[in-house]
């Protein structure tokens, strides 16, 4: 269970709105949200919150688009440290041109072999009215487990504009 705080802005005209809800994963994987509280413009709240929460809970059970060799091609590209760790930082590369998939970077903890931080550019937008979508996706490794603490979304919208998601975890329970 986690408790997650979705703000979206539509830079051109400053229209906004926020969710806090939770959201919980089924033993099968099955991912749903409780709304908590809502506030701002309901047609943001609709058109771009509720889209976003359908689109990661369907996202995350997609092996089309999991990062693996054969859907990406993997380059190091530098070695940084962060927090007392030392990162990889790989070039994603992918190897189709499919929805889901994207180009950019996936920073690993090298002595985990976690996931610390992803961001890119989506190769392929899934709807007609998305000209771009790009995104940076930061996580902690807390107890050996990998878990999201932030997410910043950018997407240009044909006849919108941008819309800008933030989305913040916190809370987190273990089984």
């Known amino acids: 269970m986690v408790r997650v705080d979705v703000t979206a802005t539509l830079l051109k005209s400053r229209r906004q709105s926020q969710i806090r809800a939770i959201r919980r994963v089924s033993d099968d994987g099955e991912v ?6 809502k506030s701002g413009d309901e047609g943001i709240r609709r058109q771009v919150i509720g889209r976003y929460l359908t689109v ?3 996202w995350h059970h997609a092996d089309a688009t999991a990062l693996t060799p054969v ?27 499919k929805n889901g998939l994207f180009r950019g970077e996936l920073w690993v903890d090298e002595a985990t072999g976690m996931p610390v931080r ?3 550019k989506l190769v392929k937008t ?31 919208v044909r006849f919108w504009g941008t819309v800008v998601l933030s989305v913040g ?7």
């Open 32 to 37: 749903t949200y409780d709304i908590l509280e």
């Open 56 to 58: 990661e809970s369907q």
């Open 71 to 97: 859907n990406y091609k993997f380059r190091l590209k530098a070695i940084v440290y962060q927090l007392g760790r030392r990162i990889q930082v790989l070039q994603l590369t992918p190897r189709q041109k």
């Open 118 to 120: 992803e961001s890119g």
């Open 126 to 156: 899934p709807n007609h009215l998305l000209k771009g979508l790009t995104f940076t996706r930061d996580y902690q490794i807390r107890d050996g487990t990998v878990v999201p603490i932030h997410e910043e979304v950018s997407i240009d």
């Open 169 to 175: 975890f916190t809370d987190m329970e273990f089984r």
